[in-house]
C-alpha cells in the first residue's frame, strides 16, 4: 500500500522552517534558469517573428548579414520584372531593394556607443513588411533627412524619440516617427528612405532585395533561377530561412543558460540533500512507527522521494513565479551576425515554465534518493527506540 | 578537551551534513568566482604591449564604414605619428565552418614591427611577409588548432568581398593578448577586388605617450567636414567601445552573481540553524554549567565559519586551478582566451564566504541566547 499524498504533503507544511530556505533557493535556481533561457526563446523568437511565408530574400553569396552584402543596380534591374514576383493593384512589381548600414549612436544610459542598423526602404519594402507599425509621429516622407526609429531602440539610444535630431555622415537627420515590429528583427532598425540612404552614405550599390513570389511554386522558380544565372552572384532564401539562420546570437547565452543550469543544480542537489536527511533524522521514530503499521520499505523509499520531488516542485514553481514579470521585457545585446544593437525580449514559454518545473523536480529526486534510501534501510526496532 | 577540539568535534560528529554544507558553499563560490572573472574580461579585456602608443581610427558613422586610402597622406604627416598601417577586416570563413573562427586583417607588411610589435615571430617570417604578396602571418593558437605551419596554403571564403583569397603562410607569431588573429597584405587584397581605393580603419603608432593626445586630435581635426569623417582613439577606448555595444550582458551576468551569492546565504544559515538545533539541548546543558551566551556564540560561529571558509577554499582554489592550469579556449567554445582569476576577486569571494560564515551563525545563536534553559533541556530532538 502507497503513503497517502497528503502525508507527504503535509509533512512538507508542517517544517516550513526548515524546508522553506531549500524551497527558496531552489526556486532562486530555477528563476535564474528560466531567466537565461528566456533570453535566448527571445532572441529566437525575434528571428522567427520576422520572415514572411511568401517573401524571398536575395544577397550577395558568400556575405552573413545584410549590410556586408551587395545587389548591384544592374542586377535589381534584371531580377526586378521577372514574372514569378507578385504584383500590387498598380501593377508595379512587388521588389523592395534596401541599403542597410550601421551607424555609431550614443547609449541613452550614458554609457559608450553602439552600432544601430539603418535600413533604406520604399514604400513596396514597408508593405511587404506589415508587421510593422507606426506607433507615434508619421512615417518619413521621401527625398527628406527624415527617419523612423523602432520605438524599443528609441529608448535605448540618445536623439531617438520623436522630435529628435541627430547626426551622422555629416548630416543632421530628424527623427519623425516611432515604430513598433511586433517583436521582430526590425524592432532593431531605423528606417529611413532609400535614396536618401544612399546618398547620405555614398553607397552605389543595395544590400538586399526582398520580392513577393506570385505564388509558392514561383517562389521556388526565384530561387533556382537565381542560383543557375551565372550573371547573378547572389543567394535567395526564403525570408523566414534568411532570418532563422541568423540567431548565432543566442549561442553563447544558451552556453551561460546551461553553464549555470549545471553548477547550480549540484549545488541546489546538496541543499535538498541535507534538508531530507535533517527531515529523515528527526523522524526516525515515525518511519519506524509506519514500519510497524506494515508499511513496506519501497513504499517509504517512495514516499521520501515524492517528498522530495514535492519540495522542489514547490520550489520549482515559486521561481517560475519569481521569472514572470521579467516576460516582456525588453533587452539589447550585440548580434554576432550584423554586428549591431539587437533588441529582443524575455520570453517565458508554457514549455520552457515547464522545462524549469522539471529542472527542479529532477533536483529533488536525486537531492532525496539517498536520504529515502536511507529512511527505508532504517532497523524497525532502533528505530522506535530512538529519541 | 580543549575548546578547539569541542568545536572540531562538534563540527564533524554529523560528516554527511559537513560534507554536503562544505560543497555546497564550495559549488557556489566556484560559480561566483567564475561569473566574477567573465564580468571581467567582459569589461576589463587584457591590455596588449605596446597599447599605450597606439591610436585607432575608424570612421565616425561606424567600424563598419570604410575609410578613403588617400587619408593615409594626410596621416602620415601630422606631427608625432611614427608609422601609420590600413586595418581592413576580410570576415574570411575557414573550410566550411558555420562561422567565423579566427579574424583576419589586411594590412601593410612592412609596418607590422612597428605598430604591432608585441606579436614575436622569427627575422625569416617578416622577411617572407615583406617579399611575397599571398603572404600571411597566423596566429599560434589559430595555427595549432588547424595543425598550420609555415609554408601551407589556406583559403578562405570572405563574407564581405566577393570570392575567396588563397594564401601562404610566412611565419606564426605569439605574445599578444589574443594569439588568434591572422594578418595579410592590403595590396593582395586590393588587387584581388579590383582597387576600389578604401580601408577599413587606420592604426598609427606614435612616436612617444606625451604625442597620444595631440594626434588623436589632430587627425580628428584633420577629416573634419570632409567625405569621411574619423573618430581617433587610444587603443584602450577602442576596446571600450566594443565593450560598450555588448549592452545588457553585464547587467545580466552581474544579476545573476548576486542571486548565487543570496541563495548560498540562505541555504547555508539554513543548515547552520538545522545544526544548531538537533543539538538544542546540548547547549541547553552549556548553559546550565554556566558558559555565558557570547562563549555560545563563539562556539557557534567558529564552526560556521569554519565551515563557510573550507568551502570557500575548495571553491575559489578549484575554480583558480581550472582557469588557470585549463583550456579556456575550448572550455567555453572559443568566447573567451584569457580567463584570469585575479587576487581581487579571489579575495572578494573569499569575502562573501567570510561575511556569510558570520550571517549564518547570527539566526541559530540569537534562537539558543533566547532559550531558557529549562526548555532547551526538554527539547527532543
Known amino acids: 500500500m502507497a503513503l497517502p499524498l497528503t502525508y507527504n504533503f503535509r509533512n512538507v507544511l508542517v517544517r516550513w522552517r526548515a524546508t522553506l530556505a531549500t524551497i527558496l533557493g531552489i526556486g532562486l535556481v530555477v528563476a535564474v534558469f528560466v531567466l537565461v533561457q528566456a533570453l535566448a526563446v527571445g532572441l529566437e523568437k525575434s528571428a522567427s517573428n520576422t520572415g514572411d511565408p511568401r517573401n524571398i530574400m536575395i544577397v550577395r553569396k558568400g556575405s552573413t548579414a545584410e549590410s556586408t552584402s551587395q545587389v548591384s543596380l544592374e542586377q535589381f534591374q534584371i531580377i526586378r520584372y521577372w514574372d514569378q514576383i507578385a504584383r500590387d493593384s498598380t501593377g508595379a512589381p512587388l521588389v523592395s531593394a534596401d541599403v542597410v548600414t550601421l551607424i555609431s549612436q550614443p547609449r541613452s544610459d550614458g554609457r559608450g556607443e553602439a552600432n544601430v542598423s539603418v535600413r533604406g526602404l520604399t514604400p513596396v519594402g514597408m508593405a511587404l513588411r506589415p508587421q510593422v507599425k507606426l506607433v507615434s509621429g508619421r512615417w518619413f516622407a521621401p527625398g527628406k533627412r527624415e527617419v523612423a526609429v523602432s520605438q524599443k531602440l528609441a529608448r535605448r539610444f540618445t536623439g531617438f524619440h520623436v522630435g529628435d535630431t541627430f547626426r551622422t555622415a555629416g548630416n543632421t537627420l530628424t527623427v519623425v516617427g516611432e515604430f513598433d515590429g511586433s517583436n521582430s528583427a526590425f524592432d532593431s532598425e531605423v528606417w529611413m528612405d532609400a535614396d536618401e540612404t544612399r546618398s547620405l552614405f555614398d553607397r552605389q550599390n543595395y544590400s538586399s532585395l526582398l520580392v513577393r513570389a506570385a505564388n509558392p511554386q514561383a517562389g521556388k522558380e526565384i530561387i533556382s533561377r537565381i542560383e543557375n544565372d551565372k550573371r547573378l552572384p547572389l543567394l535567395a532564401e526564403p525570408e523566414v530561412k534568411y532570418y532563422g539562420d541568423q540567431t548565432a546570437t543566442a549561442l553563447p547565452i544558451k552556453i551561460l543558460g546551461n553553464f549555470l543550469a549545471t553548477a547550480m543544480s549540484i549545488g541546489a542537489v546538496f541543499a535538498a540533500m541535507n534538508t531530507m536527511y535533517a527531515s529523515v533524522g528527526s523522524r526516525t521514530r515515525e518511519i519506524g512507527t509506519l514500519r510497524v503499521l506494515g508499511f513496506r520499505r519501497r513504499t517509504i523509499l517512495a514516499g521520501f522521494i515524492i517528498e522530495g520531488a514535492l519540495l522542489a516542485a514547490i520550489g520549482g514553481g515559486l521561481g517560475c513565479l519569481l521569472a514572470l514579470p521579467l516576460h516582456g521585457v525588453s533587452t539589447g545585446t550585440m548580434s554576432f551576425n550584423s554586428f549591431s544593437e539587437t533588441v529582443f525580449e524575455f520570453r517565458i514559454t508554457p514549455w520552457l515554465a515547464a522545462k524549469g518545473m522539471i529542472f527542479a523536480v529532477v533536483v529533488g529526486i536525486i537531492g532525496s534518493l539517498l536520504p529515502a534510501i536511507r529512511a527505508s534501510r532504517l532497523p524497525v526496532i532502533t528505530a522506535l527506540k530512538s529519541v | ?381
Open chain 2, 1 to 381: 578537551m580543549t575548546i578547539p577540539t569541542f568545536i572540531l568535534k562538534n563540527a564533524l560528529r554529523n560528516k554527511r551534513r559537513a560534507l554536503l554544507s562544505i560543497s555546497s558553499v564550495a559549488v557556489s563560490l566556484f560559480l561566483l568566482v567564475t561569473l566574477q572573472v567573465a564580468l571581467r574580461e567582459l569589461t576589463i579585456p587584457p591590455q596588449s604591449a605596446g597599447a599605450e602608443l597606439r591610436v585607432a581610427v575608424r570612421n565616425k558613422i561606424s567600424l563598419t564604414n570604410p575609410l578613403p586610402a588617400r587619408q593615409r597622406g594626410i596621416i602620415e604627416k601630422i606631427p608625432g605619428v611614427e608609422a601609420v598601417t590600413p586595418f581592413t577586416w576580410f570576415g574570411g570563413k575557414y573550410k566550411n565552418e558555420g562561422g567565423m573562427s579566427f579574424a583576419q586583417f589586411a594590412m601593410d607588411a612592412d609596418k607590422l614591427r612597428s605598430v604591432f610589435g608585441e606579436a614575436k615571430m622569427d627575422m625569416d617570417g617578416y622577411e617572407k611577409f615583406n617579399a611575397t604578396k599571398d603572404a600571411c602571418v597566423l596566429g599560434k593558437i589559430t595555427a595549432d588548432k588547424y595543425h598550420l605551419k609555415v609554408g601551407d596554403h589556406i583559403t578562405l571564403d570572405s563574407t564581405v568581398y566577393p570570392g575567396s583569397l588563397t594564401f601562404t603562410i610566412a611565419g606564426i607569431y605569439a605574445g599578444t593578448p589574443d594569439d588568434r588573429n591572422m594578418l595579410f597584405r592590403q595590396d593582395y587584397l586590393d588587387e584581388s577586388i579590383g582597387e576600389p581605393g578604401y580601408v577599413g580603419m587606420w592604426w598609427l603608432k606614435v612616436k612617444s605617450a606625451n604625442d597620444m593626445a595631440p594626434v588623436i586630435k589632430a587627425v580628428n581635426a584633420a577629416f573634419q567636414n570632409s567625405a569621411a569623417e574619423v573618430r581617433a582613439e587610444s587603443e584602450r577606448n577602442f576596446q571600450l567601445g566594443f565593450i560598450s555595444m555588448l549592452g545588457n550582458i553585464k547587467t545580466l551576468i552581474a544579476s545573476i552573481s548576486t542571486v548565487v551569492v543570496f541563495t548560498l546565504v540562505l541555504v547555508t544559515a539554513s543548515t547552520m540553524s538545522m545544526a544548531v538545533r538537533e543539538r538544542f539541548r546540548e547547549l541547553a546543558i552549556l548553559k546550565a554549567l554556566g558558559f555565558r551566551r557570547r562563549e555560545m556564540f563563539a562556539f557557534i560561529l567558529a564552526e560556521s565559519f569554519g565551515l563557510a571558509v573550507t568551502g570557500a577554499a575548495l571553491g575559489i582554489g578549484g575554480a583558480y586551478c581550472l582557469y588557470t592550469f585549463g583550456d579556456i579556449g575550448k572550455l567555453t567554445a572559443g568566447i573567451f582566451v584569457s580567463f584570469e582569476v585575479t587576487p581581487r576577486i579571489m579575495g572578494f569571494a573569499a569575502l562573501v564566504a567570510a561575511v556569510l560564515g558570520i550571517v549564518s551563525a547570527v539566526a541559530p545563536s540569537l534562537s539558543v541566547a533566547r532559550m531558557s534553559v529549562v526548555n532547551g533541556l526538554k527539547t527532543l530532538d
